[in-house]
């Protein structure tokens, strides 16, 4: 292949690092109005009174939302919220009003002046409690939402999800298991920390049309969520994404575009402006759920393992947004990447008076793998196994059978294994570099598929020009990860045409075409799908000019660096500039005109299943396997753990771009380091207690262990050119391989994320009163 | 048919009138300077030197250019002309060099800063005189310049493109002959007087990508005509319209433009705009060639012409831009809307040292006829004819053959002269208001094709949202002329989807796609055929999809009112918004994904002929013919013409919006009236003296006639539901109508426009004196 599988440089690398490229926040429309939010101080608490007139009356305020300005209820999948709060808030921060002034500083003011009276509620402050019987509920009017088709909320209850495997038989399993272990894992909330902050502009004209500027991962979602909301038919609607400075999942929701607009509609002809603070990152925007799960594993003599019951218990907060899809991820891979013929799990999304749950990058499976492969170290110490062999007696292969008891093709598991093995020299001990210091080596496997439930397609247009060059249109998002840079150069292969000759353009509702969303790794591989069939709509239209233009059957027909040729006759051709815009026959006639090809994917899931149960399904398109190895450091005086260095493997089937592939599987390992010994959102009875970078650590380029990245190619067959994603995948072995590798240096598990020097010098010190 | 022929209104109604919509010169971007421009205060001259040093020395100047930094050549049709003069200036304002300031201010100062020397030329101020073998040569080095294919400049001489048809033998009908009648005629420069001023917007980003904003009516060929000036591809151009404030061919060009992106390269990531003033409109931009007619008419003893030559001799001015192709469609429809049997042309393009001649409504057809008109007239009164049955008899007919030979099958021109006939009440004379004014009758007939010489296509693409709405992406811009309107309307007849639930959006090359130009009363026409096209292909995807979710053969489905129905059944039917996002089967596996339906179109022009006799070629897809009648009133002693009534009938072959194509009619008698009896650019030897509204006189509200504005329905087999364009031909029997009433009135005849008073009162005395 020749623009496949090559280093090509970021499209967008130029604009990026000169900072030309505008992000939301850099525009400044004329007569632009800035928002501001009136928000909680309660977790849980009625609405006793909204009085808004002071702010009104304060000079450059110009217009008051409060809940009745509001009133649709909306949800991706669960319709449990309004963008203001009506009757009451259920976590504290949630917006009960909104003005638009003149400057923020006014927006400010006017927000002081509106005068809330509350009465307090009791606060749900732990998803385990919330499932107790007497549980103060969070949405006691659970049973009058809108649910989408795979979801099970039960009214009268905090559940908003609960998602179930039954393989097998897993109590028979346990009676005739040799060893049985049972372990309970914690992890907390934490937060995406992007570079750029939400933020987003509405403006709706005197036509009645609107026009959004939105920080956001998927355009088209939010399109859906805005016209549900405030009743506006689709075409009526723009949202356009200009650019897109980190999202992580944190921006692939509807969060403060639901505010701004009621103002804009109230201003016609006006912008308004709302750009959350890093405060409002932590608390008002999404945050990674926390989970409690217990894991009982039953095991056979040779350390197969023959049952597994899960128990999954996901701190969803206030409103379920993503919530109840990740729950049922966490269900449908709750085998890990293992086959286990008997499998019982229930994995539960419960309402808290918590900040709202939304993706993150991995969309469960860190939470899950956490627990997963820190339970199969503890089976392998309980059987005298090595970690690396017990996971090569379990670990899913070709013929295997995953969670829901899909057959499992095609895996290449323990290719990647082995190769993780060998790169972080399994087995070899090396010496701390102070006395005061021990090491050790952690091991873990991980798997992900997209998780995409309903309305998922995607679509491409390509367009080219009588040049020769052409434009390619998509919705899939570049929030960083690079797609712009890949997409075209699937574009780019599949027409023969130099990546340099096309240019992508994307997040615009009125001009790119749909895409479901930029979530789930998914893009490379729908995006890309459709890209092709894009390509391949194009190249049928060029073959059709070309058999008359060269009197060749279109059968005998290739694409070759620009050209239509023979495919006998290579010298017989013609270039596809001179086709681009149709063909003049010899009478003078012309054909065809200007040629656009359009594409379109929806990913090969299957889905008629037992939806209770989980048997059956095949619930995604495809599954990213990979395993992490890692050396760590730890300071037995302070406790820090030093990550030195991480072997990463995964089988990607197929490598795009092999510089963004490592970029990206680098920032995956760096946030996974994150997640394993900094980040916590520490929340207190509903109170977020540490919503800064001064209070919440994330990992600093002084954190950067050693890495050596490495891929495997067996090729996903319904990918493009064999891909399949690895955004999200990669950073989920990691917090487990950390884990286990504290356990190798100091002999104590730290079952609780994350593992801070704290928990570590404590664990020390308790081993050593005990021994 | 549900919304053809329906009075829709305006989509883009609310915005213009709200004065929401943004026109370019309303946009002030972040950091964007302001450019001016030095020009010629000479027609004709050497530039000797062209000193910018003070100018760059000026504080608060960026950049200044000169035609060194832009050397390539470029032109539509023929590459004679940079966009900044190098060596010589050949016309009276010519760019020399310009600047870019932080204020308009400080760029008028550079620009005075500038020191030019000039060596002065003899100056060509005359198209029949250009035309002498000792005349001076605007460019002495035409034979070097790259030709397009249909165009014959004559090295050596000032003739830009000889047009010719052979037809019979037109000397040996004058001998058959029994009158023959030769007259000589004279259309002046005019100019097309927009409410909105040219101005455009470059931007350059570090990348080396360019951004243009222009209020031009064909993004795509300005696109075209800047990677050939700046050896940019076209995916590195964007060329936006964001929206024209009329254009009437004036800004079917490529002028500001080119002068602004050479700054942009200089000053990359920081926008330059420039906007013309109204002078430069009238003397910068293009205007309406001159045109010197003679036309010899053979006639046989029953009023039947047998036998017509015509000289046709256009003051293309300094550089030909659409000159060329203006002469060429003043030739092949040199006939006018008559069966001429033998027929001799010479359509000759000049060059002078005056203003450059540009498309302007009417595309020559406004200056042929009002020779051919007259000459009719001029003829039936030798015959003792009266002008309505000298039409009767010689008007095409089907059957009869036009000015190339073509056979035409179809023309509904007869059917419009006896509607005018009646409605303007022919034979009738009326009383006058006063006894010092006489009133007349006039009746003149027209018609127009489009020119379309080559790359000429359209495609439009139809993107469906999964509420059932949809966006309707084409390059045709509305101008004014209400294509957005026209052309949603045909995307909602073909989708069965109400108009206004499809968005329509246009100029913007990156996303739009292909559209060679808004120009040839083309648009409905070409971008209707493209966007039912387009509409046919979503359709087919429809009812593929539609066949499985029903059980009904795709034979035997129909679209009704947005849902897919059986044509058996018309209950059994499913709603378009369930199928615009792909279907999922049974099975739960998708197929398809996201319609988008893509459409191109190639008029069906045939032009296997003999390049310089013309013979046999079908230039043209259509013809679209009508007729107007006009009553007037002059005031004797101030030689005042007012413009009573006027009847006009056209044959349409189909209206696609009543209220629209009345306003557009309307809109073209108006400015036919101008054309007829205010306007007319003075041009003393290479010099403008009227480049202004206090010297340069259009109707206002008061020259306003009755009007009765009627439309015959002779389907256009090619056609979008039978329609053609109707744009330009309104205008076109305007003026010699009402040069055949004054003649009704006063027994004067005027052949050179305007019709002045002073004209006819100066006609009115040598009448007097003279009997």
């Not at 009960?96 to 402050?125: G, H, N």
């Not at 196994?385 to 095609?410: F, H, M």
């Not at 970078?693 to 990245?709: G, H, L, N």
């Not at 990691?734 to 286990?740: D, E, F, K, L, R």
Request: glycine letters at 10%; a negative charge; aromatic letters at 8%.
């Amino acid at each position: 292949m020749k623009y496949i599988g090559k280093s090509v440089n970021r499209v967008d690398g130029i604009k990026k690092v000169t900072g030309e490229l505008k992000y939301v926040d850099d525009m400044k429309l004329p007569k632009m109005l800035y928002a501001d939010v009136k928000r909680s101080p309660y977790p849980h608490a009625k609405l006793l009174k909204v009085d808004t007139s002071k702010a009104e009356a304060l000079p450059g305020v110009k217009a008051v939302i409060t809940g009745k300005d509001v009133p649709n209820r909306v949800g991706l999948y669960l319709e449990d919220k309004t963008f203001l709060a009506t009757d009451k808030v259920r976590y504290r921060g949630e917006a009960i009003a909104a003005v638009a002034a003149e400057t923020k500083e006014i927006a400010k003011m006017a927000i002081d002046l509106i005068d809330v009276e509350y009465e307090e509620l009791p606060v749900v402050s732990n998803a385990v409690e919330a499932l107790k019987p007497d549980a103060p509920l969070v949405h006691p009017d659970l049973g009058e939402y809108h649910y989408g088709p795979i979801f099970f909320p039960e009214p009268g209850t905090n559940i908003s999800n609960h998602y179930r495997v039954r393989k097998g038989d897993v109590e028979k399993a346990f009676e005739e298991a040799e060893h049985i272990v049972e372990n309970s894992f914690f992890v907390p909330h934490i937060q995406h920390s992007p570079i750029e902050n939400h933020s987003a502009i509405a403006q709706m004209d005197r036509d009645g049309s609107l026009t959004i500027w939105s920080s956001c991962q998927s355009p088209y979602a939010v399109r859906k969520a805005l016209s549900v909301a405030f009743d506006l038919p689709l075409n009526k609607i723009r949202v356009l994404s200009p650019a897109v400075g980190g999202g992580f999942g944190g921006k692939a929701g509807t969060t403060l575009e639901g505010i701004i607009i009621p103002l804009a509609k109230k201003l016609r002809g006006r912008p308004i402006k709302l750009t959350y603070s890093r405060e409002d990152e932590f608390v008002n925007s999404f945050v990674r759920q926390g989970m409690h799960a217990t894991i009982k594993t039953g095991v056979d003599k040779d350390g197969k393992i023959i049952g597994v019951k899960n128990n999954f218990v996901w701190d969803g907060g206030a409103y379920t947004e993503y919530g109840v899809n990740i729950v049922r991820a966490g269900g449908y891979s709750s085998s890990g990447p293992y086959d286990i013929p008997n499998l019982w799990t229930d994995s539960i999304c419960v309402y808290t008076n918590h900040p709202v749950g939304g993706p993150y990058r991995g969309f469960g499976m860190s939470e899950i793998h956490f627990a997963i492969e820190q339970n199969i170290d503890l089976l392998a110490e309980k059987l005298g196994i090595d970690p690396v062999d017990i996971r090569r007696i379990n670990g899913l292969k070709p013929g295997g059978s995953n969670a829901t008891g899909e057959i499992i093709e095609q895996c290449g598991l323990l290719e990647c294994l082995e190769d993780v093995a060998k790169n972080i020299e399994w087995g070899k001990r090396n010496p701390p570099s102070k006395t005061n210091k021990v090491r050790g080596k952690g091991i873990a496997c991980g798997f992900k598929a997209p998780s995409m439930p309903n309305d998922v397609a995607s679509a491409a247009i390509i367009k080219l020009n009588e040049d020769g060059t052409a434009h390619l249109l998509v919705s899939g998002q570049d929030i960083g990860q690079g797609s712009d840079t890949a997409l075209t150069q699937i574009a780019a292969e599949a027409l023969s045409i130099p990546p340099h000759k096309i240019t992508i353009k994307t997040g615009d509702t009125d001009h790119t075409p749909y895409e479901w969303q930029t979530v789930a790794s998914r893009i490379t591989y729908c995006s890309g799908n459709a890209i092709i069939n894009a390509c391949e709509d194009a190249k049928e239209q060029l073959f059709e000019l070309a058999q008359l233009a060269l009197g060749i059957y279109k059968r005998d027909l290739v694409l070759v660096d620009g050209y239509v040729a023979s495919k006998i006759y290579p010298d017989k051709k013609i270039a596809i500039k001179d086709l681009a815009l149709g063909l003049s026959l010899p009478d003078g006639s012309g054909i065809h005109g200007p040629i656009i090809g359009r594409g379109s994917f929806i990913p090969p899931n299957v889905r008629n299943t037992d939806k209770f149960t989980g048997q059956g399904e095949k619930p995604v398109a495809f599954w990213t396997y990979g395993t992490q190895g890692v050396e760590i450091e730890i300071d037995k005086e302070t406790g820090k753990v030093d990550v030195l260095k991480v072997a990463s493997c995964f089988d990607v089937g197929k490598v795009i771009n092999p510089n963004l592939i490592e970029g990206q599987v680098e920032g995956g390992i760096i946030q996974g380091i994150g997640s394993a010994i900094f980040e916590e959102l520490v929340i207190e009875n509903g109170i977020v207690k540490n919503p800064s970078f001064v209070d919440y650590k994330i990992p600093t380029a002084d954190d950067m262990p050693e890495m050596i990245v490495n891929f495997v190619e067996n090729p996903e067959e319904t990918g493009p050119f064999g891909a399949r994603g690895v955004a999200e995948p990669c950073m989920v072995p990691t917090a487990p391989a950390i884990a286990n590798a504290v356990y190798d240096a100091i002999g104590v598990r730290i079952k609780s994320l994350p593992i801070t020097a704290e928990k570590i010098l404590k664990a020390i010190k308790e081993k050593e009163k005990n021994s």
